[in-house]
């Protein structure tokens, strides 16, 4: 059985993070358009020449561009079993694009939007913290998640920088910018029960844990690992 996830949240949630963990709970795609975006503008496609001065100033990408990105994605072979969105649908023309290509609003769509919540202060406060491989895309937090050396990627040893939409200032901007473009996609959500929300704030195993549940009991699956942890065997 499918099964189709989509991730909202403020930059900082731990969103990505959460979401390449379900998805690999599931063994389906973590589709991040962010990640697509940065990964094309690194390898300079025309995509990503289109999308670079939006990302980096912290827009957003016009909506055609990101819809037909992710028509794409989600049509590939390896999407079929399901897959996991993460910084997509970020507006209401986009989730109404969403929700056509998935069942052309009838039947089956996604399972459930998982929202993670998280004030203000924290998301400034961990981006700042944030540093990210100006090769590989690998992120870092300079207190929780800290490179073996300092300055440099474990992963490839290309060097660590601040994106530069991670700038305390741009940072503020894209808060203001997240509130106001979800709460729509929040409503649009909520109207159809489909909105679920964890709260982002804890260590990020808790987190985990709770999306999975949510997760889990939305797709009718239980998992050996999980029954044995929890208290109760109903
Ligand atoms: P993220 O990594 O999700 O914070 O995305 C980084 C940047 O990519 C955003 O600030 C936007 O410029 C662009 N982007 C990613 N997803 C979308 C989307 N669904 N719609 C428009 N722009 C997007």
């Not at 930059?11 to 599931?26: F, I, V, W």
């Not at 973590?30 to 300079?44: A, C, L, Q, W």
């Not at 490839?156 to 901007?173: F, H």
């Amino acid at each position: 059985m499918a099964a189709r996830f989509v991730f909202l949240g403020p930059p900082g949630s731990g969103k990505g993070t959460q979401a390449a963990l379900l998805a690999d709970h599931l063994g389906v795609p973590h589709i991040s358009t962010g990640d697509i975006f940065r990964s094309e503008m690194r390898s300079g496609s025309e995509l990503g020449a289109k999308a670079r001065g939006y990302v980096e100033s912290g827009g957003l990408v016009p909506d055609d561009l990101v819809i037909e990105m992710v028509r794409t994605r989600i049509s590939a072979a390896d999407a079929r079993a399901g897959f996991v969105l993460d910084g997509f649908p970020r507006t209401a023309e986009q989730a109404v694009s969403l929700e056509r290509m998935l069942s052309g609003g009838k039947g089956r769509g996604l399972d459930a939007v998982i929202i993670l919540e998280l004030v203000d202060e924290t998301v400034v406060a961990r981006l700042s913290r944030r540093w990210t491989c100006s090769d590989c895309g690998m992120n870092y937090n300079l207190e929780s998640q800290p490179p073996e050396r300092e300055g440099f990627c474990d992963a490839c040893g290309g060097r660590l920088a601040r994106r530069s939409d991670d700038e305390p200032a741009t940072i503020r901007d894209r808060l203001s910018k997240y509130r106001e473009e979800t709460q729509p996609l929040i409503d649009f959500y909520r109207a159809r029960s489909l909105a679920v929300s964890v709260s982002a704030s804890g260590p990020i195993e808790q987190i985990r844990d709770e999306v999975r549940r949510v997760a889990n009991d939305k797709i009718g699956r239980r998992d050996t690992e999980d029954a044995s942890s929890r208290t109760h065997s109903g």
